[in-house]
């Protein structure tokens, strides 16, 4: 029998910033996506690289403002037969407390006064779950034209990666980040290079602010 060679992994492709800054802005635009709560959730997953299951996940208990951080304890699945189930995640690697960016803590802060504080920081319609599932669905709704149609909710996980490595952050920095126990799985399936430590909130505001910066000026005008 011959030798049976393993596929190299593939790159991960990760939003640029224009690209960024062109899919927020196609969301904002887009009635039936703000319907959706869908700018706000991707600025959050960019914002934390988070699995979209453990964005569902969050609730207002384990969000502290005031010291800028998020717990990620949870993930929202679906169960045959049993329905949508909030569960532990996959690992203790996936139990940890991030740091937020400044511009994911102003847009926590904003969304609390309307929603009062409870439950899950992004609900379904009824204020409840909301189905991972549909929701991929509704972000695959929103792609539109070819410009985005290899957007799914992992890309912003892999952009949240690609940017800490930019930024200089270590392998293992950017696992804890990603929940993952093995540096190895960050390396092979996010990263180009490793790289040395930093600050992964800082980072990711920056990247933010960068793919903001045109749309805030053509908002306020001239």
Known sequence: MGRIFAAPARAPRALTPDEQRAWIERLHADEDARRKDLPDLCEWMLGTGVRIGEALAVSWDEVDLAA???TIDYTVIRLKGVGLLRKGTKSTAGERTLRLPAFAVSMLRRRKLAAGGRGPVFPDSAGGWRDPSNTSRDLRNARGSAEFAWVTSHVFRKTAATELDRAGLSARVIADQLGHAKVSMTQDRYLGRQAVTSDAAD????????????RDRRVSGP
Do not use: C, Q, W
């Open 68 to 70: 800028g951080t998020v």
């Open 203 to 214: 980072a990711l505001d920056r990247a933010h602010r960068e793919a903001t910066r045109d």
